[in-house]
């Protein structure tokens, strides 16, 4: 099983819509969860992080964690064209200091 | 601040070339990471620093050998350059205990 796992995709959208992405990960006392965006060619960009069950919202972005289903996720709402990217999900492993494990990354494409 | 930065942006390495990657950061980040990425396998960890003088394997450091004289500087060395480490090599640094990582543009290196 990996240790992070996320959908390839791509994931189609229309412009305006809520786009939502998901994420399971294995180590279950994990507690650090953090969402990367990472444009074609580019290096990843940190947009969210969250360390507690529930919702955080930052602008047009939502990341929600329900560490008893051991599932994080994100929503895009108000999807732009300008937000199409792969987006990878990370992991703070217990005992693992501050090192992050990733998943492959879902790539979102929003269509006009 | 300048962030992370990473030299060369390109390289095109012979088999059996040596090479070392460059990365500074100036955000007095005690923690840094090389990270590789391959298409569709996600981010690998090769080594990671916790600070000047201390360095410890990821998950791929076979072929890399790594130091850390000062808290700005890790740069990456590649032995004997094989075709399988054809890949896009990016840094990243964190402070300890916040876990949220950010990442240098990234070296694309071929080795042919």
């Known amino acids: 099983q990996k240790e992070v796992e996320q959908n390839s995709g791509p994931l189609s959208v229309p412009e305006g819509a809520i786009a939502s992405l998901n994420c399971t990960y294995s180590d279950r006392v994990s507690q650090s969860f953090f969402w990367y965006r990472q444009y074609s060619g580019k290096s990843p960009e940190l947009i969210m992080s969250i360390y507690s069950n529930g919702d955080k919202e930052d602008g047009r972005f939502t990341a929600q964690l329900n560490k008893a289903s051991q599932y994080v996720s994100l929503l895009i709402r108000d999807s732009q064209p300008s937000d199409s990217a792969t987006y990878l999900c990370?992991?703070?492993?217990?005992?693992?200091?501050?090192?992050?494990?990733f998943g492959t990354g879902t790539r979102l494409q929003v269509m006009l | 601040n300048a962030g992370v930065t990473q030299t060369p942006k390109f390289h095109i390495l012979k088999i059996g070339q040596s090479m070392t990657l460059q990365c500074t950061q100036d955000?007095?980040?005690?923690?840094m990471y090389w990270y590789r990425q391959d298409p569709g396998m996600g981010l690998k960890l090769i080594y990671y620093s916790v600070g000047a003088g201390i360095t410890d394997k990821g998950e791929v450091p076979n072929g890399y050998n790594v130091s850390r004289s000062t808290t700005e500087d890790f740069p990456l060395r590649l032995e004997l350059a094989a075709p399988s480490q054809t890949s896009v090599y990016f840094c990243?640094?964190?402070?300890?205990?916040?876990?949220?990582?950010?990442f240098g543009p990234g070296t694309r290196l071929t080795v042919t």
């Open positions: 990370a992991v703070n492993p217990t005992g693992t200091a501050s090192k992050l494990t």
């Open positions: 990243a640094s964190s402070y300890p205990a916040h876990y949220e990582q950010y």
């Open positions: 955000m007095n980040h005690n923690y």
